[in-house]
């Protein structure tokens, strides 16, 4: 399950600590998933990036997010999905690789503070539900990577760099998505 590995164990709440903007955003290392494949994600018409992807995941587990922590576009971009949660800017994007940042010492103690009140205040948490049948189109970075990943009879060619399909679920959404990042890889020189 990516980076929700273990939300099907029976956790109480999932905190994102360390989070970016979705692919296409103006935040710092903004990407879903792989940068090198995706440039755009949607589930049922709603784009999301990696804060919306895992925490419909962890939904589905009727698991909510209770903290994020990140740049001001991802809380942003987070506070939209999770107005219930704890969500922390410990750094102002400026561009894709720059940003300015909390010190370290201030970053601490406001991570600590928002995850002690967010843990205080867990039962006030609510989760983020795709209803299924989901159906998950992505634009791709290149035609070359639409033409590798329809190669999965599944998949639907859009045009020259969306392509779509239909799942059960969000979990199944996940499974495929982590699936075509790692078939990208073949297109890497």
Known sequence: ???????????????????????????????????????RVWLNDQELGETGIYGALAGEFDVPV???????????????????????????????TSGISLSPQRTLILLAEGAQAAVETLHLGTTFVIAAPITCR?????????????QLPFLLRI????????????????????SLSAMSFMLRS
Do not use: W
């Not at 791709?140 to 033409?147: F, I, N, R, S, V």
């Not at 392509?163 to 979990?171: H, I, K, L, N």
């Open 138 to 150: 992505l634009q791709t970075q290149t035609p070359a990577l639409a033409d590798l990943f329809c």
């Open 66 to 96: 209770i903290f994020g922590s990140g740049d001001d576009v991802f809380v942003a971009e987070a506070g939209m999905l999770y107005p219930q949660a704890r969500l922390i800017a410990v750094k102002t994007a400026q561009g894709n």
């Open 1 to 39: 399950l990516g980076m929700m590995s273990g939300v099907e164990c029976g956790v109480d709440a999932v905190m994102m600590v360390g989070y970016h903007g979705r692919s296409q955003s103006r935040g710092i290392l903004a990407h879903t998933i792989n940068s090198f494949a995706f440039a």
């Open 159 to 178: 045009d020259g760099v969306n392509v779509e399909f239909s799942a059960p679920s969000v979990q199944y959404a996940v499974r495929v998505l982590n």
